[in-house]
């Protein structure tokens, strides 16, 4: 009997941005007609005994080895998933020459078989903090990696002056811009890690037990909310299929604003203001992603604490401006 070996379809990995995505390219085959055993198949018949029939594939020992390193290849990216951020770079240098194009190919089917929306953003993030990752150890291997203080000072940098002392506000008006962009490129890295932000903890109790330095502790307050607004922004939940979710999208708006603007944005947003959210359907998708957050953090971690009480801050803020309407309006 002849075998009939299943065609798979060339596949590539598009990088687009900062995002990738995988890219089936189905290229256009001509069946050409085949026996199997007294039946001839034609390029029509073919397709339709394939839909009823299991295809037997010849597997050599080429496809038995490729088996074997897909195998090997899913390992790592289970352990790379499972590994947190101050062991994440360690990984990766221990296995720096398994990230080559299968990698890369293996790590972009998982992301777009993915189940849920939610396990497709883990993947999609994990791959943009691989490559940053591996693009540091590759190209950047002979300098030390800046540690937690270093990296403190330095998203601190614009915002302190010559005789290091940090007024607050800043008197630079691009100073917070330019921290913001630090603290981006720093998480961009892979360096917020736990280290770091335990650091900024360190140095925030510090400040608050000398109570003589109210500009760093306003600043390392700025860093927590800064790095909170950021990670959190990573994840959408705005859109549910075609349907835009007007009080998701509010609360993603005040997320990413800076907090000296949240006043402005609950009162042109609520219904008790000018807008068409309510106070109690911006409550509840507050304390859904409050649960989201508790769910896809490691519990008791300073990652969790900071962004939990960046959307606690959220809403008080939110019940504060409700209750100073309600007063006007009575």
Same mark, same amino acid.
């Given at each position: ?82 590994? %947190?951020?101050?062991? #994440?770079?360690? =990984?990766? @240098?221990?296995?720096?020459? +398994? ?7 293996? !790590? ?84 917020? %890690?736990?280290?770091? #932000?335990?650091? =900024?903890? @360190?140095?925030?109790?510090? +400040? ?7 500009? !760093? ?98 809403? +008080? ?7 100073? !309407? ?5």
């Amino acid at each position: 009997m002849a075998v009939v070996a299943a065609a798979v379809p060339p596949t590539t990995v598009c990088f687009i941005g900062s995002k990738f995505h995988l890219c089936s390219c189905m290229m256009f085959r001509r069946w050409n007609n085949i026996e199997l055993g007294e039946r001839r198949l034609s390029s029509l018949n073919l397709v339709g005994w394939r839909q009823r029939t299991n295809l037997i594939c010849a597997v050599g020992k080429d496809a038995e080895k490729s088996f074997k390193q897909m195998v090997e290849v899913d390992r790592l990216i289970d352990l790379l998933r499972d590994t %947190d951020d101050k062991e #994440l770079r360690k =990984v990766v @240098a221990e296995n720096i020459f +398994a990230f080559n194009e299968s990698f890369w190919i293996r !790590l972009a089917a998982r992301t777009e078989t993915c189940k849920s929306e939610d396990d497709k953003k883990d993947y999609e993030e994990l791959a943009e903090t691989l490559m940053v990752v591996v693009d540091r150890l590759v190209h950047k291997t002979n300098e030390s990696i800046d540690s937690a203080t270093d990296v403190l000072k330095a998203i601190l940098k614009p915002v302190v002056e010559k005789d290091e002392e940090i007024p607050w506000p800043p008197r630079d008006p691009n100073a917070l811009t330019l921290m913001q962009n630090e603290l981006n490129q720093r998480e961009q890295e892979g360096q917020l %890690d736990e280290g770091f #932000l335990s650091e =900024v903890n @360190a140095q925030l109790r510090q +400040a608050k037990e000398d109570g003589d330095k109210p500009g !760093l502790e306003a600043m390392l307050q700025k860093v927590y909310q800064l790095y909170a607004s950021r990670v959190l922004s990573k994840r959408s939940y705005a859109k549910k299929g075609n349907k835009v979710l007007k009080s998701e999208l509010f609360l993603e708006t005040l997320i990413q604003a800076p907090e000296a603007e949240w006043n402005a944005i609950l009162i042109d947003g609520l219904t008790i203001g000018k807008g068409d959210i309510s106070p109690e359907e911006l409550d509840g998708v507050i304390k859904k992603r409050v649960e989201r957050t508790l769910i896809r953090t490691d519990g008791g971690s300073y990652q969790q604490r900071v962004l939990i009480e960046y959307l606690k801050g959220i809403q +008080a803020r939110a019940e504060e401006v409700v209750r100073v !309407l309600q007063g006007k309006t009575q």
